[in-house]
């Protein structure tokens, strides 16, 4: 069962009694518990039945008496455990969930961990409550999230956009919504987020960033990466060289994969290399710019300027001076 679906059932008044969310991505986590505790509850209803633990500060024998009060004035009552996994001996809790109050919806926070699955109180979970297990997004599954997420907000967002936000945020996906919202608010008369709005709202400069030197280095476009090169020199915040050096690491390490390929169309090329087909692309002109010698020569080529930029073999050259030379090396 999703987020999406535990939410769903919620609205539509279909409770159980236990829910156990755990894992290492806290979006998921952190919107479930948000609905929880501000959406199932009415303000009236939830100054008599809402209870908040706190793992750290928790007893487990509070917590089930908390579960076992009947609601006052109210269908249901809720109790919340946030953070869970700071919780001593949290599997006691086993005596409540085997046998919970059908009017009690008991919302436990266990972050960045899993209980593990072979212990008895996990099998009672999977018995008798709804078990999240939340995984991080990998890369190639980010534009489509980002793209599900705008249209749920009722907007539409470009290919540049869109791309601004996954190559410089990653998978954050709280900052990533946070930086939406953003955007969303500050629009007043358009329903479409382009490169012009991330540039703006956001603060990702549409021309001068880590991925558009990136781009210049894969097509061998030397004047546009020396720009970029001066433009981080001016705003060293924008693109230091701890970000460039294993960004582009990154692209040409999955490029040497290409060239064992026997097929180099998109669909293949982004399964082998686990990205989002929208930036194969990307790699295939680079593949054509760069031979496998070429590629290699490059990832030697970072190897040598990252061990410099921490001042192996090198006296003090600034980091522009460094990815300048670099990149030069790695066109010529």
């Known amino acids: 069962m999703s987020a999406e679906v535990i939410i769903e059932e919620w609205k539509k ?42 793992g750290r500060d928790a007893d487990w024998p509070a917590v089930i008496n908390a579960c076992r009060r009947y609601p006052m004035f109210a269908e249901r009552q809720v109790v919340l455990l946030k953070e869970a996994q700071l919780m001593r001996d949290v599997d006691k809790l086993e005596g409540y969930v085997s046998n919970p109050l059908p009017s009690t919806v008991f919302v436990v926070s266990y972050k960045d961990k899993k209980i ?13 409550g709804v078990m999240l297990t939340t ?6 599954q980010l534009p489509d999230w980002v793209q599900g997420m705008v249209k749920a907000k009722g907007y539409d967002i470009t290919q540049q956009a869109l791309r601004l936000l996954v190559d410089n945020i ?18 007043s008369d358009t329903h479409l987020i382009d490169g012009d ?21 894969s097509k061998r476009d030397l004047p546009k990466a020396i720009r970029i090169i001066q433009y981080f020199e001016s705003n060293p915040k924008a693109g230091p060289v ?31 290399l686990g990205v989002n087909p929208f930036f194969a692309k990307d790699y295939i002109a680079a593949a054509k710019s760069y031979d496998y010698r070429g590629v290699e020569k490059v990832l030697l080529l970072l190897h040598e300027y990252n061990l410099r930029s ?8 600034s980091d522009g001076d460094l990815m300048k030379e670099m990149v030069v090396k790695m066109m010529a």
């Open 13 to 54: 008044g279909v409770f159980k009694p236990v829910y156990w969310l755990e894992g290492e991505e806290p979006y998921f986590i952190d919107k479930i518990m948000h609905h929880a505790e501000h959406n199932i509850l009415s303000e009236a209803e939830a100054g008599f039945n809402l209870t908040t633990f706190y």
């Open 197 to 217: 709005a991330i540039e703006k709202y956001v603060g990702i400069s549409k021309e001068f960033n880590v991925f558009e030197l990136q781009d210049a280095v």
């Open 242 to 272: 701890q970000m460039v050096l294993p960004t582009i690491y990154n692209f040409f390490s999955k490029l040497y994969i290409i060239y064992g390929l026997g097929s180099k169309d998109e669909r293949s090329v982004a399964s082998a």
């Open 116 to 128: 593990d699955g072979r212990t008895a109180f996990s099998r009672t979970l999977k018995k008798k």
């Open 135 to 140: 995984k991080k997004l990998y890369e190639n």
């Open 310 to 317: 921490i001042g192996v073999n090198d006296a003090g050259t």
């Open 170 to 187: 990653g998978n954050d996906l709280t900052r990533l919504e946070n930086e939406v919202e953003k955007v969303w608010l500050n629009l």
